[in-house]
C-alpha cells in the first residue's frame, strides 16, 4: 500500500460520523488507516519488536520517549481495539494521545519495511503534534520518512 492510498484511506477515516464508544474505553486518540492481510505471531514477536526499535532510534527525542506497545497476537490486539473504541476502525495501529500510548498490531512487521515505516511514522506524526488530527500526523509521517531515506546511517 502506497502512500497515497493510505490518505485516501485516512480521508474516509476522517469522513466517517463520530465514534461512540462505552464508558470503560480508553479515550482514543487517532486510529491509523491502513490494512494488514496476516495475523500477528506470538513465536516472532522479538523480531516486531527488535524492528519498532530500530525505526524508533531513528524518531526525535519526543517520539523515542513515547511509549509503543507492540501486540504479538491476535484475540490481545483484537481486545485492545474494541477496549479503545477502535473497532473497524484500523487494523494497524492506534495512538492514544493523552495517555501517550502507541499500540501497534504485530502483524504490521509482517508487511514490508515500507509499510511498517509508514505505520510508525503516522503515529509518530500524532506524538510529534500531539494531536488527533489526521492531515498533520501524515504531514509529520512525510518529514520523518523523507528525513529517513535522506540519512545513509539509519538508528544512531
Ligand atoms: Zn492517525
Redesign the pocket.
Known amino acids: 500500500m502506497n502512500l497515497s492510498s493510505l490518505l485516501l484511506v485516512?480521508l474516509i477515516v476522517l469522513n466517517s460520523p463520530a465514534f461512540s464508544h462505552a464508558e470503560d474505553s480508553i479515550p482514543l486518540g487517532?486510529?491509523?488507516?491502513g490494512i494488514v492481510s496476516t495475523r500477528p505471531d506470538p513465536a516472532r514477536c522479538n523480531q516486531y519488536v527488535s524492528k519498532l526499535q530500530s525505526v524508533i532510534a531513528g524518531l526525535p527525542p519526543s517520539a523515542q520517549k513515547h511509549r509503543w506497545v507492540v501486540v504479538c497476537s491476535l484475540d490481545p490486539w483484537n481486545y485492545a481495539l474494541h477496549k479503545a473504541g477502535a473497532w473497524g476502525r484500523t487494523n494497524t495501529a492506534f495512538?492514544n494521545v493523552s495517555g501517550k500510548t502507541t499500540f501497534i498490531n504485530g502483524a504490521v512487521f509482517e508487511e514490508p519495511e515500507h509499510f511498517y515505516r509508514q505505520t510508525i511514522y503516522?503515529?509518530a506524526?500524532?506524538v510529534i503534534c500531539a494531536c488527533?488530527n489526521?492531515a498533520r500526523?501524515n504531514q509529520e509521517a512525510g518529514r520523518l520518512f523523507s528525513a529517513a531515506s535522506s540519512t545513509p546511517a539509519m538508528g544512531q
Not at 487517532?30 to 488507516?33: E, K, L, N, Q, R
Open positions: 485516512s487517532p486510529a491509523h488507516p495512538t503516522h503515529e506524526g500524532h488527533g489526521e500526523a
